[in-house]
């Protein structure tokens, strides 16, 4: 089963770049890697998705080197909205299909 | 498009008591899932599933039960409170295609549930 870790805190600055790593070393062959972001009493939502290489949206770019062991999610120039919990989601595609969260890297932007 | 919703926003239960929190979608998603998410946790899988007829458990499913009799609700019942079920509760649907459940799922805003 493709569990997943993260570094539980991070600290940055506004206007730096933040590199939110997460390890994800039993990932099946067919399974994508998909990141949320989480605001308090909120329901999480959804950031970027990526299978290999690197994907770039509007908001953020995802990092997959060529083994698919770990991904990394970067959030360039960052402000203080950016405050939030950040999950990184690697489906359990077993023939049970559960979809289960890692804990989350809880990211504290400083002005 | 609502997108995921979820009702009722908060409820206060007395221990033993039963209720029913409701989840319905209107984007034709198959699959749907419930998570609980305690005070400065992360999020657990309760239960899921995959359409219409079809439910299966996830991390953390004692005390709750769900049915899926159509592809829009994924209502999730608890049997006999207890205040460890003070949580928020998160409803997700995802489109799945082929059998692959790889597609970002959607989130309702959750539901607030004290019981004392």
């Known amino acids: 089963l493709a569990k997943t870790t993260q570094p539980i805190s991070m600290d940055s600055y506004e206007g730096q770049e933040v590199n939110i790593t997460c390890s994800h070393n039993?990932?099946?062959?067919?399974?994508?890697i998909t990141w949320y972001q989480q605001f308090p009493s909120q329901g999480p939502r959804f950031i970027i998705q990526g299978y290999k290489t690197k994907v770039t949206n509007e908001v953020a770019s995802l990092f997959i080197p060529a083994d698919r062991k770990s991904s990394t999610l970067s959030l360039p120039r960052v402000s203080l909205s950016d405050t939030a919990v950040y999950y990184c989601?690697?489906?359990?595609?077993?023939?049970?299909?559960?979809?289960?969260f890692g804990s989350g890297t809880r990211l504290l932007v400083r002005p | 498009n609502a997108g995921v919703t979820q009702t009722p926003k908060f409820q206060v239960l007395k221990t033993g008591q039963s209720m029913t929190l409701q989840c319905a979608q209107d984007m034709n998603h198959e699959y749907m899932s419930w998570y609980r998410q305690d005070p400065g946790m992360g999020l657990r899988l309760i239960h899921y599933?995959?359409?219409?007829?079809?439910?299966d458990q996830g991390e953390v499913p004692n005390g709750y039960n769900v049915s899926r009799s159509t592809t829009e609700d994924f209502p999730l019942r608890l049997l006999s409170a207890a205040p460890s079920q003070t949580s928020v509760y998160f409803c997700a649907s995802s489109y799945s295609s082929g059998g692959s459940y790889n597609s970002p799922l959607h989130f309702g805003n959750g539901t607030r549930l004290t019981v004392t």
């Open positions: 039993n990932i099946a062959t067919n399974d994508y």
């Open positions: 599933s995959v359409g219409a007829g079809i439910t």
């Open positions: 989601l690697v489906a359990q595609m077993d023939s049970s299909y559960k979809l289960i």
